[in-house]
T-cell receptor, first 113, second 121 residues
Framework: AQSVAQPEDQVNVAEGNPLTVKCTYS??????LFWYVQYPNRGLQFLLK??????LVKGSYGFEAEFNKSQTSFHLKKPSALVSDSALYFC???????????FGQGTELSVKP | GAVVSQHPSWVICKSGTSVKIECRSL??????MFWYRQFPKQSLMLMAT?????????EQGVEKDKFLINHASLTLSTLTVTSAHPEDSSFYIC?????????????????FGDGTRLSIL
């Protein structure tokens, strides 16, 4: 069965510093991986996806993620964090063939000025 | 593009009331819509998957008679919480996906509504 793990419940970063939010996955077959961000009392916003191709995927708001097949990881990164990046981040894998998303437990990112 | 509108955003009602939540894809046709439930500071729990024109597929443990889902068109799905009780209070989120595109499912992200905060008194 497909699964996703986000090992950190919370990540604290100073504004201007690089940030990493970790995600590992377990799939049978090719992984279809996604990152979403959720602000308080809002739905999820799509950030980026990995389907195939380059291991470094660039997405919205300056975020990128690195797909590492050998480590089964898909960590979210940003070179310089902003206070406005503070939110809840979810990694997800698509469960084939039905198409539903399997979400990690979420990581709360806090960026302090 | 790919905007999903969810309405209402907030509902407060008495125990025993039935509540309908609408999920609309505004600028694309959504062959598949998903309904999630989320508790504070927790991940999303998939409740059901609905495909336009067919019955919804419910996840294990979700009462289909309690949570009625209708996906009558390619742009609208509704979730009705029947005879709601305080334990049904939660944040409900829908998402929509194009589904099969040229025979390939996997590369389409789901697009989410802004959620509905349901509070049952």
């Amino acid at each position: 069965a497909q699964s996703v793990a986000q090992p950190e419940d919370q990540v604290n970063v100073a504004e201007g510093n690089p940030l990493t939010v970790k995600c590992t996955y377990s799939v049978s077959g090719n992984p279809y991986l996604f990152w979403y961000v959720q602000y308080p009392n809002r739905g999820l916003q799509f950030l980026l996806k990995y389907i195939t191709g380059d291991n470094l995927v660039k997405g919205s708001y300056g975020f990128e993620a690195e797909f590492n097949k050998s480590q089964t990881s898909f960590h979210l990164k940003k070179p310089s964090a902003l206070v406005s990046d503070s939110a809840l981040y979810f990694c997800a894998v698509r469960d084939m063939p039905g198409g539903k998303l399997i979400f990690g437990q979420g990581t709360e990112l806090s960026v302090k000025p | 593009g790919a905007v999903v509108s969810q309405h209402p955003s907030w509902v407060i009602c008495k125990s025993g009331t039935s509540v309908k939540i609408e999920c609309r894809s505004l600028d694309f046709q959504a062959t598949t819509m998903f309904w999630y439930r989320q508790f504070p500071k927790q991940s999303l729990m998939l409740m059901a998957t609905s495909n336009e024109g067919s019955k919804a597929t419910y996840e294990q443990g979700v009462e289909k008679d309690k949570f009625l889902i209708n996906h009558a068109s390619l742009t609208l799905s509704t979730l009705t919480v029947t005879s709601a009780h305080p334990e049904d209070s939660s944040f409900y989120i829908c998402s929509a996906s194009v589904g099969w595109t040229g025979g390939f499912w996997g590369n389409q992200p789901q697009h989410f509504g802004d959620g509905t905060r349901l509070s049952i008194l």
